[in-house]
């Protein structure tokens, strides 16, 4: 089975300015793959691309500009990565939000926006990503699930609805690439709270939230596991 050190990696971490994309983006770039950041606002992208390259002492990471809403966007996205690095090895869904509208509150509006955000760009990307997947028969597929993905909470609906379907895409597509054989593995995160306010190395979670560290050292472990082994659901909370 197809190997490839992460210096010869290239990654679309969505989201991957902010949070815990930024935490993958840094963790990533820093064991030497090319790291494209996506996400809409540029400022915002390219101040991260910027601090993290200077901090790492090399241009690993680049940016582009996209909304995961939008179908065009996305082909832009995979057309770019292509052209430029010529793989996707590494693909992050990590963009992501809610909207707190309880089931008696939620608006068409606030319903849509979440269930295009976190479910249907997922599934227009990956199937835009895994045909360059499949062709180099290498690829790791890594999406950003929560608790809220396991549990229903009053005050978030939509989300959890959207994060229990993304469960529910990653194992159909999951099924999908063992009945293809192809070298392709799918990882869920399902993190409870994550601090992503505190993220200095030395600073200390808020009660209740783990430190954003945790989840790009879970990242790395997970992707440097052996070809033929997927750590398949990755749950993640403070004691
Ligand atoms: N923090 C937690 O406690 C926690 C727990 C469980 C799961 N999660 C999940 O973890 C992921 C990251 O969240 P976070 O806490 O790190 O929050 P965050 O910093 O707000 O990250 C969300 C990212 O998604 C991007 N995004 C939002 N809408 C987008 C769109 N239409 N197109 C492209 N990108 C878009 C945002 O960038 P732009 O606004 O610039 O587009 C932002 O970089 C999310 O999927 C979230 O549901 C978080």
């Excluded at 590494?90 to 269930?115: F, Q, R, Y």
């Excluded at 379907?165 to 990882?187: P, Q």
Aim: proline share 3%.
């Amino acid at each position: 089975m197809k190997t490839k050190p992460f210096s010869q990696q290239t990654a679309i971490v969505t989201g991957g300015a902010t949070g815990i994309g930024r935490s993958f983006t840094e963790a990533l770039a820093d064991a030497g793959a090319q790291v494209v950041i996506a996400s809409r606002r540029r400022e915002v992208l390219e101040m991260a691309a910027d601090q993290i390259n200077r901090s790492i002492g090399a241009e690993r990471v680049s940016t582009c500009a996209f909304d995961i809403r939008d179908n065009e966007q996305i082909e832009g996205l995979v057309s770019f990565v292509v052209e430029r690095h010529r793989s996707i090895d590494i693909l992050i869904n990590n963009s992501g939000l809610a909207v707190p509208e309880t089931v008696e509150e939620i608006s068409d509006a606030g319903w849509e926006k979440v269930l295009q955000t976190n479910l249907r760009g997922v599934m227009q990307l990956c199937r835009a990503v895994l045909p360059h997947m499949m062709k180099e028969d290498f690829g790791d597929i890594v999406n950003i699930s929560s608790q809220a993905g396991k549990h229903g909470y009053a005050d978030v609906p939509s989300y959890c609805a959207s994060k229990f379907g993304l469960l529910g895409y990653a194992e159909a597509l999951r099924d999908h690439v063992r009945k293809t054989k192809a070298n392709i593995r799918v990882f869920n995160f399902c993190p409870g709270l994550v601090d992503v306010e505190n993220t200095d190395a030395t600073t200390k979670p808020r009660p209740g939230f783990i430190h954003v560290s945790n989840l790009a050292r879970t990242l790395i472990y997970a992707l440097s596991l052996d070809r033929d082994v997927v750590l398949e659901d990755i749950n993640l909370y403070a004691k």
